[in-house]
């Protein structure tokens, strides 16, 4: 970080400080001149714009705060926040300023006996002299109320004229193009048909929530009323639309388009297989309009405000500061900025999640100034526009959250990130999920193979299977008010949709060779897995799971993919891992920068010949081995929240392997019995096969040390060698121990029953001896002794069931209806092999 060097020196002499002040007193402070400090902060605002970090040392707290300079209004405000307030009038004061920032900020250092730090003030710019033309502010003040209009239309014309195709292009190559089936004439202020009108080349969509309020929406019964000029203008109908779309259908008009897209309005609500296609292609909706609208503040009755003559007033703050000389500062509310993490809003919702993403141009409304985004640059109404931030603006924008946009290669690990971030956002209705994520679906056809199948792709389904949710993990609920059938609710336990919170896939490092950590492989397939319509469907279609062809041999791309040998060596880069047994050959993909190397290649989907898109029916059917296991309270293992492990045990008390928890992780842990069972108890819990393959966590987490349970010993030993080998022994050496750390083991879902269905309430990993030693042992058992009596009658509806066991404590979730009821509960299982997922 650079200090920079003002009038001579960084820092006066402690001494000198005094006198200076004092000095202060009988300056003219009507001069910039006049006042160090004000000569300090205006100067580092002249720095450029990709300056590197720099810092200004002020001086000392008191002697700043004691000075008659008008300056110290601006210090004082600072004062909340600073620690140990005794303290920190002796500490001196630091300006700071960031490469690529238009704002700096006021740090003062603290340091006590216990403990040391900086704080950080507030960001804040200096306000532009529009007298000046050589002024170095950028920051331009606003009217409270009532937004330029003007700044909006020349942010239009410029991003037409000077980004040209950049922005008129979307950032997805070889996009679908696309126009919605009906549109809002703004002019006529009704709906059209778009095959009716003139050829459509532009319109603008509109992104927002709908909040709890009931919306007027287009259904059956009142669609070809909309068609009727001026109904959206005056009128009943006009009266009843949410604020929000009122506000945009006139905003479009001020902008100079004609046409507007607004879901409520352009999908029938009520016409479910056209809805669903609709949804089906959302993103490719508003990838293909000319500007998107984005609602952040408030819900559609709030509305799109400080357009003067359209809309409410806004309004905007901005404290001003004055420093020497008539210069102004001004603080930069950090209530304005919207974190795509936040908890409440228009970004945590997860409806809004998609339509943001795949807009190329975006004016936000929102808390503070309005805000213009696109391809080629960011423009804030607050700041005087200037190429090099707008440019880094709208890479910062677009770099974090887009990238999986630009998705070359259909791993796990580039869905897993889309996929987190959606899962955590909220829903009024949790039965929404499948819809709110389907035109992100639906453009993910275009890379995996097979497509997804309620968010998992085909292609890795068994080994997607076996995601697991982080700590704030639990079941998605149907709302009160869900008018379908309980069974049909599109929250499949069996797929991250059935749950809500952050979640993760697993990190195959048996085909990803550069990882964080090494824990898991997976080797091969135990069943074929087959997905249905209802529990009764005699039409299964069979998924198309072909990772394994890939592993082996059988197919190989060479289409964009680099072979080569491989030889054992040391690591070929930094978190090298290698496949537990040796392969033959490593892959790299031409669209992967840097270190990236894999074990076996990956099909290539070209985007025009997408596959179709299979119905998502949420029942799976297989065939596969099961296993009793016990679970505990002993927490195994917490591999950097990656994995946490509990404890479970077979019927003996001999270690079996770790569960990884499926719902809230105190719940389960409550719901687990301490110490080892000897009998069947409610934590008697039933495993069903997934995959094969290995994990290193027992070894990692040291198993043998934390419990003393059983025979269990690891197989890890350390093969001979000594220290300080080199060449290739050293290398086979290090190779062997990594391999003995990696023991075969069995991926395994936790799951309970429910009229005959299978529920997954968790993943497990099982040591493969263990599993084949008790499976065996399970298929004789009779299933009658697990699941007793329910106090309901026989003839209770599903969904009621359902519905109730939601609530109830898990260990009485799955109790049968009745004694007699139970042949026919399990008579689909057909010796225990088969089972039926929901």
């Known amino acids: ?133 050589e002024h170095p502010g950028r920051v331009r003040m606003l009217d409270p109320k009532w937004v330029d209009v003007e700044v909006l239309r020349n942010w239009r014309t410029r991003c037409i004229e000077d980004h040209g195709d950049a922005c008129h292009q979307h950032k997805i190559s070889n996009l679908e193009s696309t126009r919605p089936l009906r549109l809002i004439d703004v002019e006529k202020g009704c709906i059209v048909i778009t095959e009716e009108e003139e050829p459509v080349d532009k319109y603008v969509t509109l992104s927002y929530t709908w909040g709890q309020t009931k919306n007027f929406v287009a259904l059956k019964s009142n669609f070809e009323h909309l068609r009727q000029p001026g109904v959206f203008l005056n009128g009943d109908i006009a009266a009843q639309i949410p604020q929000t779309i009122r506000d945009a259908i006139a905003i479009v008009r001020v902008l100079g388009e004609k046409y507007l897209w607004v879901d409520s309005l352009c999908i029938v609500q009520d016409d479910d297989e056209p809805k669903w296609q609709e949804l089906q292609r959302m993103h490719l909706i508003y990838a293909n309009s000319f500007l998107c609208l984005i609602a952040e503040e408030g819900n559609s009755s709030h509305g799109l405000r400080g357009i003067k003559g359209v809309s409410f007033e806004r309004k905007i703050e901005q404290e001003i500061y004055d420093l020497a000389g008539g210069e102004k500062l001004t603080h930069q509310n950090e209530s304005w900025e919207a974190s795509p993490h936040a908890k409440e809003g228009y970004r945590s919702r997860a409806w809004t999640f998609q339509e943001y993403i795949f807009a190329k141009r975006r004016l936000v409304f929102g808390t503070g ?64 999920v499948s819809r709110a994520f389907a035109g992100i679906q639906s453009y993910l056809r275009r890379s995996y193979q097979g497509g997804l199948i309620f968010g998992l792709p085909e292609f890795f389904f068994d080994i997607a299977l076996f995601w697991y949710g982080e700590f704030d993990s639990s079941r998605r609920k149907v709302s009160s008010n869900f008018p379908g059938n309980a ?58 799971s ?12 060479d289409v964009g993919w680099v072979k080569k040998e491989y030889e054992l060596g040391p690591p070929l880069a930094n978190g090298f891992y290698r496949s537990k047994d040796l392969r033959s050959h490593t892959y790299s993909h ?65 270690f079996a392997g770790g569960i990884t928890l499926g719902t809230n992780y105190l719940r389960d842990s409550n719901r687990l019995r301490d110490g080892v069972p000897t009998t069947v108890g409610s934590n008697r819990m039933e495993f069903v096969a997934i995959a094969k393959g290995w994990t290193s966590m027992f070894t990692e987490c040291k198993v043998n040390e934390k419990i003393g349970l059983g025979e269990y010993l690891s197989r890890y030993e350390v093969p001979d060698g000594e ?81 109730r066991a939601e609530n109830e404590h898990l260990s009485q979730v799955y109790k049968r209806a009745g004694d007699e009821e139970i042949s026919q509960v399990y008579e689909r299982a057909e010796d225990e092999d088969l089972f039926q997922f929901y």
């Open 1 to 133: 970080m650079e200090r920079l060097t003002i009038n001579g020196s960084q820092s006066g002499d402690k001494s000198d400080s005094a006198e200076d002040s004092s000095l202060d007193r009988l300056k003219n402070v009507n001069s910039l001149e006049s006042c160090e400090v004000c000569t300090k902060i205006f100067s580092i605002f002249k720095l450029p714009f990709e300056h590197e970090n720099t810092t200004v040392e002020l001086g000392q707290v008191s002697d700043i705060l004691n000075s008659s300079c008008v300056h110290t209004t601006f210090v004082e405000k600072h004062r909340p926040l600073w620690p140990f307030p005794a303290q920190y009038e002796n500490q001196p004061l630091t300006l700071g300023k960031n490469r690529n920032e238009t704002s700096a900020n006021l740090r003062i250092y603290w340091n006590t006996e216990n403990a040391q730090g900086v704080q950080l003030g507030w960001p804040f710019g200096l306000i532009r002299k529009e007298t000046e033309a």
């Open 369 to 432: 100034p309005l805000t213009w985004q696109c391809n080629s640059e960011a423009w804030y109404e607050n700041l005087m526009p200037f190429p090099e931030a707008g440019a880094h603006f709208a890479r910062e924008d677009n770099s974090g959250q887009f990238g999986w946009m630009k998705l070359q290669l259909p791993t796990l690990q580039a869905l897993s990130g889309l996929v987190d971030s959606f899962n955590a956002k909220l829903l009024t209705y949790p039965e929404d």
């Open 487 to 544: 069974t049909h609710n599109g929250l499949p336990s069996w797929s991250w949709m059935g749950w809500n919170g952050h979640i993760r896939f697993p990190e195959d490092c048996e085909f990803e060779s550069i990882k964080s950590i090494d824990l898991v492989g997976f080797t091969e397939p135990v069943t074929e897995w087959y997905i249905m319509e209802t529990p009764e469907s005699k039409t299964r279609r069979k998924i198309s």
């Open 546 to 557: 072909q990772w394994h062809q890939y592993r082996t041999g059988v197919i190989e791309n």
């Open 590 to 654: 031409e669209s992967q920068s840097g270190p990236t190397l894999y074990w076996y290649t990956l099909p290539s989907v070209e985007p025009q010949n997408s596959p179709r898109i299979h119905p998502q029916t949420q029942y799976l059917y297989c065939e596969t081995t099961r296993a009793f296991l016990y679970g505990t309270t002993d927490k195994l293992c917490d591999f950097r929240s990656k994995y946490r492990l509990q404890l479970i045990v077979d019927d003996a008390g001999v």
């Open 723 to 803: 220290e300080g080998e080199e060449g290739d022994e050293e290398n086979v050496r290090k190779w062997k121990v990594e391999r003995a750390a990696k023991e075969d083991c069995v991926f395994v879902l936790w799951v309970e029953w429910m009229h005959g269905v299978a529920f997954r309430l968790g993943t497990g990993i099982v040591l493969e001896k263990a599993w084949e030693r008790v499976y065996k042992r399970a298929e004789d058992e009779d299933l009658s002794q697990i699941y007793p009596r329910a106090e309901a009658s026989t003839d209770e509806d599903v969904s009621q069931v359902y519905r």
